[in-house]
């Protein structure tokens, strides 16, 4: 899932969840413990198996506890009694807080509207305009960052759909099986690459170690992975296809916890 999908759904989830502990006859403040409490323990479950970050915990952590707060003063209030500037200005701020982290989420999962980035940004129309988050740069590796986005550029042009299954299931000291499948934009498969899977480690560089994927059919790959140590990893597949005289290079890095 996404994190504006985890954010969001667990926010209508943390009122949803709320109103019905109040049907439930539920006192205001168990019910606002609750709202903000379970929300958060079920994402910290979902976190241990794709693991987003600490920032990204921590934003989820505030926006589920500010919004509890927010349904416990809501609930606090009797019917007819007027709320006080104090605590409107706090939900105020917490709903601008929200929206805020909306909006910023957005740019750096998708970029600018074109819209807006023709405003603000110069001459978007005579050069390639870069506002969505690139990716991370591999560790313990001095690359410039212009190559980077200008791989980045390419990589997007290419289109290319890749499946990766195997990696969730991934143990400590124990064989496991990883498949790739590769299509085009036009969804046609893609043969005759070379497919490699890295596995980096956090914590030190010299644990890195690469398995070369065999292609067993057209645009499906196949290898044995064997993780040394439990733990936090990060993998990387590298595609490389030489087409007339060319080679089309696709990178995918994703996070991952491996198990014991």
């Known amino acids: 899932m996404t994190l504006t999908e985890t954010l969001f759904g667990g926010l209508l989830f943390s009122v949803l969840l709320f109103f019905f502990s109040r049907r439930l006859r539920l006192s205001n403040f168990w019910a606002g413990i609750l709202s903000g409490a379970l929300p958060f323990l079920i994402y910290l479950a979902y976190s241990t198996r794709h693991w987003p970050g600490g920032d990204v915990l921590a934003i989820h952590f505030v926006v589920y506890l500010a919004t509890a707060g ?81 791989n980045v550029e390419q990589q997007r042009g290419l289109a290319w759909k890749l499946s990766i299954i195997g990696l969730d299931d991934l143990r400590s000291k124990t064989a496991s099986i990883v498949r790739v499948e590769i299509r085009d934009a036009e969804n046609k498969p893609v043969s005759a690459a070379t497919v490699t899977l890295g596995f980096l480690r956090m914590a030190d560089s010299l644990d890195d170690h690469k398995v070369a994927l065999k292609e067993t059919e057209a645009g499906r790959y196949i290898g044995s992975v064997t993780i040394p140590d439990a733990g936090r990893w990060l993998s990387e ?21 491996v198990a014991h």
């Open 70 to 150: 927010v349904l416990m003063v809501f609930g606090g209030m009797e019917n007819k009694q007027k709320m006080h500037w104090a605590p409107r200005l706090i939900i105020f701020f917490f709903i601008g807080l929200v929206i805020l982290n909306a909006t910023f989420l957005t740019i750096a999962s998708r970029g600018l509207p074109d819209v807006i980035s023709g405003i603000f940004l110069p001459n978007p129309t005579l050069q390639t305009v870069h506002t969505g988050f690139p990716g991370v740069i591999p560790h313990d590796e001095n690359k410039l960052y212009a190559p980077h986005l200008e």
């Open 237 to 257: 597949l590298h595609v490389v296809r030489k087409l007339a005289g060319k080679d089309e290079t696709h990178v995918e890095r994703q996070s991952l916890f």
